[in-house]
């Protein structure tokens, strides 16, 4: 609360009033309402006739990179990149609710939880809104920084130019525990830690590109029957996030952008060296430790209980960067 003496000061500050003038005008406001009204209260009254903001803060616009916990006042402008169920639970015999909220800019994404009434706001909103948040940050469980509105914050969708959600979203298909979920579709960013060196050939039937059965090195495909079969590649190692890490499966094209070559290229460094997981170890110091952005689908691989992502496509992360810088400087 401002005393009355500091809402004074902002009066005149902002109406060029003076000390004296406003004190009579506060009088005058408490006469008014028949002294009904403390003198802070009546000089509140005053502020808001002569339309002077004393609430205004400073408040500099923040990008989510630059938040980090234990800043009182935070405000950002993001979209709503994903909304989670609302959870209740329990403590101290009291009832409450929490719901997270991830929200999204060009630099990162950043959890806001919503506590109680706080969750009404989400009948609102809906995913890939634009948003404005003010509240304060706090670290999370996991030592991140997240938003917190408390009794002065607020979410509320805004009217402005931002920039789509694009390929370079940090988009994780995540739990609440901040887990990959089995089945999510979703974009990984991060680097391969690993390539596991193992036989990347595998025989398709040339007409329907399934894979072919082998007997006695004959090749059988269920519809065409004994084949002469072409080649594929299956490729897989370890994809890390700084966050997390898990195996990764790449076929076919994908494993041929991953290696930076066609599979007939490949056989033949194959052939030449006299060792099938030649095209693997000679590319291994290009790809390990690069950074990329990966999609694709989180799957269960039974035989071996864990989950692995499949990869459908992937990308260079310092192109995707370079078209994100343009989109947010269009979006000025
Ligand atoms: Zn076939």
Not at 116 to 124: A, G, M, R, S, Y
Not at 252 to 267: I, P, Q, S
Not at 279 to 300: D, Q, S
Request: glycine share 8%; proline share 3%.
């Amino acid at each position: 609360m401002l005393s009355l003496q500091e809402i004074i000061d902002k009066v005149a500050e902002q109406t060029g009033l003076n000390n004296a003038e406003i004190q009579k005008k506060v009088e005058e406001k408490k006469v008014e309402l028949s002294g009904l009204i403390s003198s802070e209260g009546a000089a509140h009254l005053v502020a808001r006739d002569l339309n002077v903001d004393i609430l205004k803060r400073v408040i500099h616009r923040l990008e989510i990179k630059n938040v980090v916990p234990g800043m009182r006042n935070a405000e950002i402008a993001a979209r709503v990149f994903r909304v989670f169920p609302v959870r209740e639970f329990e403590r101290n015999g009291a009832k409450g609710r929490v719901a997270n909220v991830v929200l999204w800019d060009p630099t990162g994404t950043i959890r806001v939880s919503l506590w109680n009434d706080e969750i009404k706001v989400l009948e609102t909103l809906k995913e890939g809104d634009v948003v404005k948040v003010t509240g304060y940050s706090k670290e999370d469980n996991r030592g991140e920084p997240e938003l917190r509105l408390g009794n002065r914050g607020k979410i509320e969708k805004i009217e402005m130019d931002f920039p789509a959600i694009a390929d370079a979203a940090i988009e994780r298909g995540q739990d609440d525990a901040g887990k990959l979920r089995e089945g999510a579709t979703t974009k990984i960013r991060g680097a391969i830690v690993q390539m596991f060196e193992s036989d990347p050939f595998y025989e398709i039937c040339p007409q329907c590109g399934i894979r072919v059965r082998s007997n006695d090195n004959k090749f059988f495909c269920d519809e065409h029957q004994y084949v002469t079969p072409d080649y594929s590649m299956v490729l897989s190692g370890v994809i890390d996030d700084g966050t997390m890490s898990i195996r990764a499966v790449f076929f076919r094209d994908t494993a041929e952008r991953l290696l930076g070559m066609g599979v007939k290229d490949a056989l033949q460094i194959a052939r030449d060296k006299m060792n099938k997981t030649a095209p693997i170890t000679e590319n291994a110091t290009k790809l390990l430790g690069k950074e990329m952005v990966f999609a694709g689908r989180v799957k269960r691989n039974s035989m071996f209980d864990r989950l692995e992502f499949i990869v459908s496509g992937l990308n260079d992360v310092n192109a995707i960067e370079e078209s994100n810088k343009i989109l947010v400087s269009l979006g000025d």
